[in-house]
């Protein structure tokens, strides 16, 4: 009789480079397949602090914005800096899962692992973010800069950025980033499994069931966090060439990112970009759990 199999966890026996493996290619697959929307959304939320932004305009058209982009700067104009968050988001996501599997099974014992541990689940995910986003930080800030109409190289965007405001620029948004993404993988990993227990409560290897489950909690939580994002976006990008208004280049913490928002936009400048940040971040959370969902199913073969 074939043994079942809980694919909600690996097993106490699997390796840890198998939870490392899992994790970096979701991380992958998660962010270069809908970087060119994450792109749109970096440049409608600084859209007023470059040049030639026009004060107050409203958020443009997420779809016109596409078509003018690929029509004025060319199609490959919304896959500058993805090698950035692809280099970073592999060993970033290995550690942010792995950081994840450890702390569930250390807090929630064998025999309640089929249960429902909402507050266990969110206090994994919260450490797994933490951890992450420690490494990841530097990678989004040299991203956010190259989706700004920059023609740099990574290399070149990040020996810039050191050279003309120091090491710290890298992590001036790390406190806003855990802030905005604590809620954010806490909720994440909380909507997943419930939702999964409840739809797969066999907890079978179903892509389908891991995919509609990733893209519900994706969507959910981006929408939650779209306040938070906006002023991380204005403090990884404050220093860039393209960057013009001065309350902006001045925000280097988060209370003066958030009056720059406020005084520019007033409240509604808090959720630009809201929809792409939506449209991006539901199937790549989507992509995100059923590709790591496959990439543990596919190691088990080899157990």
Same mark, same amino acid.
């Given at each position: 009789?074939?043994?079942?199999?809980?694919?909600?966890?690996?097993?106490?026996?699997?390796?840890?480079?198998? #939870?490392?493996?899992?994790?970096?290619? =979701?991380?992958?697959? $998660?962010?270069?397949?809908?970087?060119?929307?994450?792109?749109?959304?970096?440049?409608? &939320? =600084?859209?007023?602090?470059?040049?030639?932004?026009?004060?107050?305009?409203?958020?443009?058209?997420?779809?016109?914005?596409?078509?003018?982009?690929?029509?004025?700067?060319?199609?490959?104009? %919304?896959?500058?800096?993805?090698?950035?968050?692809?280099?970073? /988001?592999? *060993?970033?996501?290995?550690?942010?899962?792995?950081?994840?599997?450890? !702390?569930?099974?250390?807090?929630?014992?064998? $025999?309640?692992?089929?249960?429902? &541990?909402?507050?266990?689940?969110?206090?994994?995910?919260? =450490?797994?973010? @933490?951890?992450?986003?420690?490494?990841?930080? *530097?990678?989004?800030?040299?991203?956010?800069?190259?989706?700004?109409?920059?023609?740099?190289?990574?290399?070149? !965007?990040?020996?810039?950025?050191? #050279?003309?405001?120091?090491?710290?620029?890298?992590?001036?948004?790390?406190?806003?980033?855990?802030?905005?993404?604590?809620?954010?993988?806490?909720?994440?990993?909380?909507?997943?499994?419930?939702?999964?227990?409840?739809?797969?409560?066999?907890?079978?290897?179903?892509?389908?069931?891991? +995919?509609? !489950?990733?893209?519900?909690?994706?969507?959910? !939580? /981006?929408?939650?966090?779209?306040?938070?994002? +906006?002023?991380?976006?204005?403090? #990884?990008?404050?220093?860039?060439?393209?960057? #013009?208004? &001065? @309350?902006?280049?001045?925000?280097?913490?988060?209370?003066?990112?958030?009056?720059? @928002?406020? &005084?520019?936009?007033?409240?509604?400048?808090?959720?630009?970009? %809201?929809?792409?940040?939506?449209?991006?971040?539901?199937?790549?959370?989507?992509?995100?759990?059923?590709?790591?969902?496959?990439?543990?199913?596919?190691?088990?073969?080899?157990?």
């Amino acid at each position: 009789m074939e043994q079942e199999i809980d694919y909600e966890s690996l097993p106490e026996s699997a390796p840890l480079g198998y #939870q490392l493996t899992a994790g970096a290619f =979701a991380g992958i697959m $998660e962010h270069s397949i809908m970087f060119p929307i994450d792109a749109i959304k970096t440049r409608i &939320q =600084a859209a007023n602090s470059i040049v030639g932004g026009a004060k107050n305009a409203p958020p443009p058209n997420m779809l016109a914005y596409i078509a003018k982009i690929s029509t004025t700067e060319g199609s490959l104009a %919304l896959w500058k800096g993805v090698q950035s968050v692809i280099l970073g /988001a592999g *060993p970033a996501h290995a550690v942010y899962f792995a950081t994840y599997e450890v !702390c569930k099974f250390n807090l929630i014992n064998a $025999e309640d692992m089929q249960t429902h &541990q909402p507050l266990k689940t969110a206090l994994s995910g919260t =450490a797994a973010t @933490i951890a992450a986003d420690a490494l990841m930080n *530097p990678f989004d800030t040299i991203k956010q800069r190259l989706q700004l109409h920059s023609n740099d190289s990574m290399v070149k !965007c990040a020996l810039r950025i050191y #050279q003309n405001e120091g090491y710290a620029a890298f992590f001036y948004s790390y406190p806003t980033t855990i802030a905005m993404n604590i809620p954010f993988a806490a909720l994440n990993f909380v909507i997943y499994e419930s939702s999964i227990k409840f739809v797969n409560p066999s907890n079978s290897y179903s892509p389908w069931i891991h +995919c509609l !489950c990733g893209g519900i909690s994706g969507a959910t !939580c /981006a929408a939650i966090t779209t306040p938070l994002d +906006c002023v991380k976006t204005v403090l #990884q990008v404050r220093g860039s060439d393209t960057v #013009q208004s &001065q @309350i902006f280049r001045r925000a280097d913490t988060f209370k003066k990112a958030a009056s720059a @928002i406020y &005084q520019t936009y007033g409240w509604k400048g808090f959720w630009r970009g %809201l929809k792409p940040r939506v449209v991006s971040n539901m199937p790549a959370t989507a992509i995100s759990w059923t590709t790591y969902e496959f990439a543990k199913h596919f190691l088990f073969k080899f157990e």
